[in-house]
DNA sequence: GTACAACTTCGAGTTGACTCTAAGTCAAGA
DNA sequence: TCTTGACTTAGAGTCAACTCGAAGTTGTAC
């Protein structure tokens, strides 16, 4: 049967969103995510509503936003409009830190290079060695 | 005494890595760093050498290259020369790691900005509400 | 000569973020 | 009806990477 389902089970959720079920539930269990609706027989359904801010807080938490500062957004999502300007606060504060990472990866990429080339050279040195 | 030091006391290493002494020897310990040269009393003297190496082994840290990797590493440099080539392909690896993460984040970002520029449209409604 | 701070080792404890297990419920298929 | 497999909860276990504490040594400062 292939239902035009408008709501995931726990194992579509994981696949669409990366996450494990495991996870998913850990997550709702912390109170990250707020509670997911349930079928009539106690199953979580995930709505599209529910997969959208599963993969915006999957975003925060992979550049590094910790899983204490993800609740809170959460709550602060929960507390409606009036918090606009706190979440705007908190995305201005991760911006932050996000584009450090970025300069931070940059100047590794450099270094990486540099360094490629380096063994690269000691590599044709040898190569001369044994020709 | 102003002394014109070669070498660093473990605070100074410390200091300049942005490691804590904790963390230095714990490195140490796990010979994910060579053994550190001793001065008389039994304690630790780092060279420009030693400093050198820890800043470039954190920079494959914090971008994520794990400690058991981090060993092999040093293991590799270690053994010399003749490693060049193992040495290329591990940063070759973590080349494309760090590629993968300055895309992330620039998706990340882009989506960070989208998000406070909504917050800063509630915000400027509810402005013009209490006005 | 004794207090003090910085060092030493070794082993235990902590943190953040999962990840898994046990025990039980429930619906659909052979 | 019975098995199978996905789901449920609560709680325990794991892992990487530190981080700390205890007990002891040493070198300068008063």
Chains 1, 2 share one sequence.
Not at 52 to 60: A, E, V
Not at 72 to 89: M, N, P, Q, S
């Amino acid at each position: 049967m292939d239902t035009i389902h408008t709501s995931l089970t726990i194992q579509e959720a994981a696949a669409t969103t990366g996450l494990t079920v495991h996870t998913l539930r850990y997550y709702e269990r912390i109170g990250l995510l707020m509670p997911i609706g349930r079928a009539a027989n106690g199953h979580r359904r995930y709505s599209q509503q529910d997969i959208n801010l599963i993969r915006t807080l999957n975003r925060w938490r992979q550049t590094g936003m910790s899983l204490v500062d993800i609740q809170h957004y959460v709550k602060l999502i929960e507390a409606g409009d009036i918090t606009a300007g706190e979440r705007r606060a908190m995305l201005e504060a991760h911006r932050e830190t996000v584009v450090r990472q970025m300069e931070e990866l940059q100047t590794t990429l450099e270094l990486i290079d540099y360094k490629i080339q380096n063994y690269t050279d000691i590599e044709e040195k040898q190569e001369q060695v044994k020709a």
